[in-house]
């Protein structure tokens, strides 16, 4: 995973250009509406999603794989805390946060790894706090494509595997950490005219007081 990342970054840069995800718009507001103040986001990348939050009053804490991606933030002014290594290294810190919000990262993992993911995340969370996963859906145009590897698991190209989510598999994962609202968003390439857009799941949780 490492490597794969590294060189998508090496070649591609600031591939899905700057301008935030629309589940990452949401999610600012819902956070700025449940006064959350600082956010956890695993998976940073180069930071397309950091920004919005920021702009909103909201101290950013990153999580990322790649060096180059890090260096890219970096080099657009991104100037915040940002661990270096993968999420099955979690927790980076023994800090706890207002909000997390993962975006595109919790389909890639393994069940082994989505299960410490979720579970470090919530570990990571204020009483109180909120956290938001995007995941990818059943729906999605390269669901079944590739090799199988598990039921609704495929490796659709090499070295990129992906788990499909729908209700019942979010119910089962996220049942014991607060689950409280599944909605199904189109996300746009936004950067990629005439791409069509992709059918994820947004998955809010909030941990008991």
């Excluded at 301008?19 to 718009?25: G, Q």
């Excluded at 927790?91 to 975006?103: C, K, V």
């Excluded at 996963?133 to 990129?160: C, H, N, R, W």
């Amino acid at each position: 995973m490492t490597e794969f990342w590294e060189t998508s970054f090496i070649k591609n840069q600031t591939m899905w250009g700057f301008e935030p995800a629309d589940s990452a718009i949401l999610t600012k507001d819902y956070f700025k509406e449940k006064n959350v103040k600082d956010v956890l986001i695993p998976g940073i990348g180069y930071g397309r999603n950091a920004k919005v939050f920021m702009e909103n009053g909201m101290d950013v804490t990153g999580i990322e794989i790649s060096k180059t991606a890090i260096e890219l933030a970096r080099e657009s002014g991104l100037e915040i805390p940002i661990f270096h290594g993968p999420v099955s290294d979690m927790p980076f810190d023994d800090r706890q946060y207002d909000g997390i919000f993962s975006y595109a990262l919790l389909h890639l993992l393994s069940e082994e790894e989505r299960v410490k993911f979720i579970r470090d995340c919530y570990a990571q969370l204020k009483p109180g706090g909120y956290m938001v996963f995007t995941t990818i859906s059943k729906d999605a145009p390269m669901y079944g494509k590739g090799t199988q590897l598990g039921e609704d698991y495929f490796e659709i190209m090499d070295g990129v595997k992906m788990f499909f989510y729908d209700e019942d598999s979010i119910k089962r994962d996220f049942g014991d950490y607060g689950l409280l609202e599944v909605t199904e968003m189109m996300e746009p390439h936004k950067n990629a005219e005439g791409k069509p857009p992709f059918p994820f799941m947004v998955i809010t949780c909030r941990k008991e007081i």
